[in-house]
């Protein structure tokens, strides 16, 4: 059976040889060496075949990954039972499928009534800003205490109560 698994973890030193290095692992309840994957600074997508029943491929990344703290999804993969847009040179590569990509079906002007009828307006240049999170109100912190106890507050919370308080 076809499988995927998505990881969301970040190596502080070398992400590319964390994936290579998680590849060779994936090779262990794999049918093959031929463990596909697809990484960015912080998420990486496995494509393997095995025969391995689902619990124990379960249990071997529960050990592998879950113990450590590493948030993952792995799902069987059947690519017409699952909705999904991929760049199709990566979709080639890392699921073995090779489905036109829509878009090259499309005019620009057809492209662009999508877009208008999904975002409102007709999107050239999207721009993605962090969100930071807020810094909390003295009344926030006194909330939280009153309701929680002041072991509830994080370290951040702390330093910002002792600002707070002089």
């Known amino acids: 059976?076809?499988?995927?698994?998505?990881?969301?973890?970040?190596?502080?030193?070398?992400?590319?040889?964390?994936?290579?290095?998680?590849?060779?692992?994936?090779?262990?309840v794999s049918d093959n060496s031929d463990v596909n994957f697809y990484y960015g600074p912080e998420s990486i997508i496995y494509s393997f075949n095995s025969n391995e029943s689902f619990e124990n491929l379960r249990d071997f990344f529960d050990m592998l990954l879950g113990v450590t703290g590493i948030t993952y999804f792995m799902t069987p993969f059947d690519p017409d039972k699952m909705s999904y847009w991929i760049d199709p040179k990566v979709q080639k590569k890392l699921l073995k499928t090779d489905i036109?990509?829509?878009?090259?079906e499309l005019d620009e002007?057809?492209?662009r009534e999508v877009q208008n009828l999904l975002f409102g307006e007709i999107i050239e240049d999207v721009e993605f800003t962090e969100v930071k999170p807020s810094v909390p109100t003295l009344d926030?912190?006194?909330d939280k205490i009153g309701e929680f106890g002041?072991?509830?507050?994080?370290?951040?919370?702390?330093?910002?109560?002792?600002?707070?308080?002089k």
């Open 1 to 28: 059976m076809e499988y995927l698994l998505f990881i969301f973890a970040k190596h502080e030193k070398n992400q590319e040889k964390f994936v290579k290095i998680l590849a060779e692992d994936i090779t262990n």
């Open 100 to 104: 036109k990509d829509i878009r090259q």
């Open 109 to 111: 002007e057809t492209i």
């Open 140 to 142: 926030d912190l006194l």
């Open 150 to 165: 002041i072991n509830s507050l994080s370290l951040e919370e702390m330093e910002q109560l002792k600002k707070h308080s």
